[in-house]
Each structure stands twice: as structure tokens, then as C-alpha cells.
């Protein structure tokens, strides 16, 4: 049962002193000497009441995750065996949990619903969908006893090898800053009753999962300022997380948590108001982690220990001040964020599923999937498709030599857990295809693809074969190269060579290559579908609902085309500190922008996915922005010209100036239209140049600022980053 502390409270100015409190707070039904739990007061000042009332070391408690969270336990021992005593913490603070997790609710204890990954998310290029995602994990998390998400995760694809890939948000800063904001509304704002803190990561630079304890990322400030930092910037200009996590590597050799680009770009220039918290084992100091802007050590205390504290005070290293402002942050974000004012549930339910958590993982999952090739219109399945084999292990829910659906439900767990613990509601393809194939009166067999001999012999006795293949990736290590695991291109190849009509669907975190493409007839990217894999992707390969994904990262052809393709850039050359350097030297050409600038053409583009249906454009048209400031109107016509309804991702890309040293174009608006057979609709994307997305500016390392060139700027429009169906060209001056 939900307990609320609410109160009918005291004006602010009401608020003299202990007697007028005292009295006050028994008046509006809040626990006396409590005066920051008047939930009339703003959270800034509730928080200050709090400190105020606080010894130094119940300030300090606020500085390490398990003595802020847990406010009656007075001793906290650490990895290493080492105790830390503190007071207990002042009345009316709430007990606090973290969650790991930005694709689900990880180590709940409860049966809790298994949501896409987040690439899968990001694929639905739906910032609705990303709100729905965070309401509904609000909610598992806190009926489990969490009200706090670490998530969700931005990266920015650096390379296609980087282990963490499935539970980002894409290459793109504009994409991923705003997918990450919707779910973190969603998180924060989805239900006032039910308030979960979400804490995006990972400040900054988190590019590889190689060496990521023992690494420097080295570059311009410029690319900093442009590729690393400008998603979180994105995120924060449209959401307010409560928390922001620091990262384990370092930035131009400091450490993430000890780096002062916390305080100086950060919280200084992004405005972030919310907390510094590090990653597990993240923080290596503690007077240049505190002077930096780290508020908040995860876990139990060993650099943020009261005693360790107390020595960088005594011999000047920091100063009151930024004990006070960094326990005052985090006190604030708590109480923003509604955790003073909701307790979570005294008991666990044994399953958080709900009709509307399982409806968002099957949108996720089929919005998220993108079709990728489609010859011969051999999808959606129908009465034409004849016997189907399906083929490969993912496919079912028993597992094969330890492989099953629950083995590509999501990402691979951080400690080499297997993740059928994870995933134990599944709903395997096999079962609802099957079951789809018999309301149009067609058999499927199943073959688990182990034994290719096996397979070819099934997909000969098919007329259809959909093949399923997989590649495992997760935290803690990185691939090693983009073929599939299992056996799967060999699988594929074979299969294909059997059955003329063969499908694949592909469950991977990340891109892979796929050089059996031109011996198929269709691809599906599923990615990791979550416990509703099967419904969506039954639906959508017999027609049921239409592709709408488009890819939120690029598909290079070979992994020598990835703008990491040296040694020293990945992953970095290890020097006499035992610390790999990093050289980041492609600088702005990451991504989209990198095949572009290098003119490589990539297996599969940024924004690429097909439909059931196909649409033309016509009539652009871009007004504004003479001055750089104004907003500018691209407005066209787009049309529907096949026989299915769908749903179309409207694309805009800029080219500026040379002048400006600018890769190529970049993605500056996109919206998503859904149109019925010959149906036509003007659409009119408008792009805001003083936006924290900085559409049309790059940044100035002579000013520090960004800055807008007088020239041409062309806008594109198309559906990926390489086809521009429309064009046209204004001045700015």
C-alpha cells in the first residue's frame, strides 16, 4: 500500500523559528520538527531547512549512495572490509533504492516486465513511446521497491563493437537526447503517486566497454562540445533528471568523476541542477573529486568517508561550501523528485506486470523492428508462403545447448549470467508464429539450426524459410567483430543456398555484416525484442502491422569502414601507467557523419528501414532563419503511394557552410506521419536555432560559444541519412 506524507502546509514567510515551526507543522499534519516535510514549501527550501537543522557528518551521509538511502543504519563496510560509522540521519528522511537498469528493472525480486532494448527504443525514432516505456518501468520499479532508475544511457556509437551499444539510444544526439528525455519524464512524471528518480548516464565519453577502467578518451574540446557532450545537453534542455552519472574512464587524463568538466560544462554550462553520483568503483580521489563537482559516491563509502572528508576540510583541500552544495543537491533532486513525500510499498508483489507493461514491451518490440530487405515482396508471410521451416535456437523458448528466446530478451547480463533468469515470460517466436500461420491454414516446422546439416534439410521440405540468428553483447566486455554468433552467417549462408525464399530475422544488440545478404530475401533487424518478441514480430512478418522502424545507428559493410579502425583510436595504446590512451582523432565524423565525409557507403544507413508501403515527397519549401535566430519552417508533401496504410519517419538534414568545418549534414527534425493508401498531407518540421540542440551553430573554441556562420545552408529531406528526396537551400546572414 501506497503511504503518502502529504501536508496542508505553512506559507514559507510562516516559518520563524523552532516554536512558530513546531507549532506549524502539528498544524498542517506533517511531524513536528520536520519543517522540510511541507510539501507547500519548493524543494530548494525544504532542502535548506533540512541542512540547517544537520550536523557535519549527517551532511556527509548525503555524499555516499548507502548512507544517504538508508537513513537509521549508522555503519556502512565496504568491498574491502573497512567500516564506516556515521550518526543516524535527521528525522522524516525516506529510505531510498537504487535500480540498475534502463531497458528493465534488474535484480527486482519480482517478476517484473522485460522491455525492449533500449537501441530497440531508440529505433522507434517515438519520443511517446519512450514516455510510455519509462511510466511503465516507473511502475515496476517502485511496486518492487526502487525509486531509482540508474538510467537511461547515452552513448554515441562510436564504434559498433562497444559492448553497452543495446542499452543506448543511438548515434545521433539529437535522437538520443530526445528519447532519453521522454523516458525519463516518464520515469519522473508518469505517476505523481509513484515518483521514481531516473539518473542518466554516463558523463561522458563512454565509448567502449575494453579497458574502461583504465582508459583516456583524448580530444578537441570542439568534439567534446559537439558529438560527447551535446546529447546530455539535449536530454536536460527538455527533462530533469534528478541525477546524473559519471563514467569510469578518463577525459584528456582525468577521471569522469574527478574531471572539472562536471562543474564547468556540466553543471556550469548545461545548467544541470541535479547531483553528480559515480559509477560503481568510479571515484579515485576525494578532494579533486569534490572540487570537480562529484556529489555523491555509489555505494559504500571509500573515498567520500566522513574521515577522508574531515581531512581535505581541515588542511584546505575543499571547503565547506562545497560540502554544503553538494549535500544540498542531492537533497533537493530527493525531494524534487517526490521520494520525501511517497513511501514505497512494505511488501513486494510477485509480479509488477500489468496489461498496459506488457502492451508497451510488444510496441516497443514491433516499432522497434526494422525491415531491412524485402525482394520480391517475400514478406508479410501469407497463404503464398507455403510450408515455413523456422530455423535457429533464439526462436523457441527451450533452449538449445543453452541457447533459447530468453537468451536474446536483452542484453547480456554484467556478470556473465545467463539471461533466461531474466526473462522468464517470454512469448518464443516459434509459438506465435506458429499460431499466426494456422489462421491462414499453413504448417511450420521447426528445426533448432545446431546441426546445419539438419537445417538445410528442413528448409528444403519449406517453401519458406525464416531463419533466426543472434549476437550476444552486454556490459563488460566489447565484441570483437560484427559476425553473428553461433555459427549464424554459416547457418544463414547454407539455409539460403537450400530455399530460395528464405527470411532472416536478426536478434543482436548492435550492427553486424551480413555477407550473405544478396543470397536472401528478406532481413529483419528485431534486435532484443524483450517477453513479447514473438506477438510483435508474428505480426509484423505476416502484415499484421507494418515496419515502422528505422535504424538508429549505421550498418557499415566491413568493420575497416568504422571511423575506429586503428589501434590507437581503438582500443588505444596502453602507455607506462598501464592507462590506454585513446586518441579520438576522426573528432566530428562519428557515425552517419563519418560515411558521409569519408564517402563510404555503409551496409545500411542512419535512418534507413522499409515498409509495406512506399511514399513520395514533393514541394519543399524552408522560411526563416535569415538572422540565425528565427525559427525555420521546412515544410513538403508527403504521399502514401501503396495499397497498406503506414506510418512514415520524416527526416531533415542540414549541410552548413565549409566554413564552419562542419561533417557533412546532420539530423535537425524528424516527425512521424501515418497516411492511408493515396493518401497525401503536408507536413511542416520546424527547427529552432537557439535550441540546446544547436541546429545550425558549431561550437567556437576561440569564444567558447557556439556560434553561427553567415552562408548557405541546405535542407534535405529523405528517409535516411543518405537519400535526399528533396533539397533547397537558404542564406543566413
Not at 516554536?19 to 527550501?45: E, R
Not at 537509521?72 to 574491502?80: A, E, L, N, V, W
Not at 522491455?115 to 510510455?132: I, M, N
Not at 549470467?417 to 516446422?445: E, F, H, K, W, Y
Request: glycine share 10%; aromatic share 8%.
Amino acid at each position: 500500500m501506497l503511504v503518502v506524507l502529504a501536508a496542508v502546509s505553512l506559507a514559507a514567510g510562516a516559518v520563524d523559528g523552532p516554536a512558530a515551526q513546531a507549532a506549524g507543522n502539528a498544524a498542517a499534519g506533517y511531524p513536528a520538527g520536520c519543517p522540510w516535510m511541507n510539501t507547500h514549501l519548493d524543494a530548494s527550501t525544504r532542502a535548506s531547512l533540512l541542512l540547517s537543522s544537520s550536523s557535519l557528518d549527517q551532511k556527509l551521509r548525503w555524499l555516499d549512495e548507502k548512507a544517504a538511502n538508508s537513513p537509521t543504519q549508522t555503519t556502512f563496510t565496504s568491498f574491502s572490509g573497512v567500516a564506516t560509522t556515521y550518526p543516524a540521519q535527521v528525522a522524516c528522511t525516506p529510505t531510498v533504492v537504487y535500480a540498475d537498469g534502463a531497458d528493465f528493472v534488474r535484480n527486482a525480486g519480482s517478476d517484473v516486465t522485460i522491455y525492449p532494448s533500449q537501441v530497440d527504443l531508440a529505433a522507434t525514432w517515438s519520443s511517446g513511446l519512450a514516455y510510455a516505456k519509462g511510466k511503465a518501468q516507473a511502475n515496476d520499479a517502485f511496486e518492487t521497491g526502487h525509486n531509482v532508475i540508474l538510467g537511461p544511457d547515452l552513448e554515441n556509437g562510436r564504434t559498433p563493437l562497444d559492448g553497452r551499444t543495446p542499452e543506448d539510444l543511438g548515434e545521433d544526439s539529437l535522437l538520443g537526447g530526445n528519447q532519453a528525455a521522454a523516458q525519463i519524464n516518464g520515469l519522473q512524471n508518469g505517476d505523481a503517486d509513484e515518483p521514481v528518480m531516473a539518473v542518466l548516464k554516463h558523463y561522458v565519453a563512454n565509448e567502449q566497454e575494453a579497458d574502461r577502467n583504465n582508459m583516456s578518451t583524448n580530444m578537441s574540446t570542439r568534439t567534446l562540445e559537439e558529438v560527447y557532450n551535446q546529447p546530455f545537453n539535449i536530454a536536460l534542455s527538455q527533462s530533469s533528471p534528478g541525477g546524473i552519472m559519471c563514467s569510469y574512464n578518463q577525459i584528456n587524463g582525468a577521471y569522469a568523476c574527478e574531471n572539472p568538466i562536471l562543474d564547468n560544462v556540466l553543471k556550469g554550462q548545461d545548467g544541470f541542477q541535479g547531483y553528480v553520483t559515480s559509477d560503481f568503483f568510479a571515484v579515485h580521489s576525494t578532494a579533486p573529486s569534490l572540487n570537480a563537482g562529484l556529489d555523491q559516491e555509489l555505494n559504500n563509502p571509500i573515498h567520500y568517508t566522513p574521515a577522508n572528508i574531515q581531512a581535505a576540510l581541515d588542511s584546505g583541500q575543499v571547503t565547506m561550501a562545497q560540502i554544503n552544495e553538494a549535500a544540498f543537491r542531492v537533497v533537493r533532486s530527493y525531494i524534487a523528485s517526490g521520494l520525501f513525500d511517497h513511501l514505497m510499498p512494505t511488501t513486494v508483489p510477485t509480479t509488477t506486470q500489468t496489461p498496459y507493461s506488457e502492451a508497451v514491451a510488444e510496441q516497443v518490440a514491433q516499432n522497434g523492428s526494422v525491415l531491412l530487405k524485402n525482394s520480391g515482396q517475400a514478406l508479410p508471410l501469407g497463404k503464398s508462403s507455403g510450408t515455413i521451416a523456422v530455423i535457429g535456437q533464439t526462436a523457441s523458448a527451450t533452449p538449445t545447448n543453452g541457447v533459447s528466446a530468453e537468451t536474446v530478451c536483452t542484453q547480456e547480463a554484467p556478470d556473465g549470467m545467463d539471461n533466461a533468469t531474466d526473462c522468464p515470460d517470454v512469448v518464443a517466436p516459434l509459438t506465435s508464429i506458429t499460431s499466426r500461420a494456422a489462421q491462414d491454414g499453413l504448417r511450420v516446422t521447426y528445426d533448432t539450426g545446431s546441426d546445419i546439416a539438419s537445417a538445410v534439410a528442413a528448409a528444403k521440405t519449406a517453401k519458406t524459410a525464416v531463419v533466426f540468428a543472434y549476437a550476444e553483447e552486454g556490459e563488460g566486455a566489447d565484441r570483437t567483430s560484427l559476425s553473428l554468433d553461433g555459427n549464424g552467417d554459416a547457418l544463414i549462408s547454407a539455409v539460403a543456398a537450400a530455399n530460395p525464399n528464405t527470411i532472416v530475422v536478426l536478434e543482436t544488440g548492435s550492427a553486424v555484416a551480413m555477407p550473405w545478404l544478396s543470397q536472401v530475401k528478406g532481413v529483419v533487424e528485431a534486435w532484443y525484442p524483450g517477453e513479447q518478441q514473438g506477438t510483435a514480430l508474428a505480426k509484423l512478418l505476416f502484415g499484421d502491422a507494418d515496419f515502422t522502424g528505422r535504424l538508429p545507428i549505421t550498418f557499415p559493410a566491413s568493420l575497416a569502414d568504422t571511423p575506429t579502425d586503428t589501434t590507437a583510436q581503438y582500443p588505444g595504446i596502453e602507455d607506462s601507467n598501464g592507462i590506454y590512451q585513446t586518441s579520438f582523432s576522426e573528432g566530428l565524423d562519428v557515425g552517419y557523419k563519418w560515411y558521409e565525409a569519408q564517402d563510404i557507403k555503409p551496409l545500411f544507413p542512419f535512418g534507413y528501414g522499409l515498409s509495406y508501403t512506399r511514399y513520395s515527397y514533393s514541394g519543399i519549401k524552408v522560411n526563416g532563419g535569415g538572422n540565425g535566430k528565427s525559427a525555420i519552417r521546412v515544410s513538403f508533401t508527403v504521399r502514401n503511394d501503396g495499397t497498406k496504410t503506414g506510418t512514415v519517419t520524416l527526416q531533415v538534414y542540414v549541410t552548413q557552410p565549409a566554413s564552419t568545418g562542419e561533417p557533412g549534414h546532420a539530423l535537425v527534425g524528424y516527425q512521424q506521419v501515418t497516411l492511408k493508401p493515396g493518401q497525401s498531407q503536408k507536413a511542416t518540421i520546424t527547427i529552432d536555432p537557439t535550441s540546446a540542440a544547436h541546429p545550425i551553430s558549431y561550437y567556437d573554441t576561440k569564444t567558447s560559444s557556439w556560434v553561427t556562420a553567415a552562408g548557405r545552408y541546405t535542407f534535405q529531406v529523405g528517409s535516411d541519412s543518405q537519400t535526399a528526396a528533396l533539397s533547397q537551400a537558404i542564406e543566413i546572414r
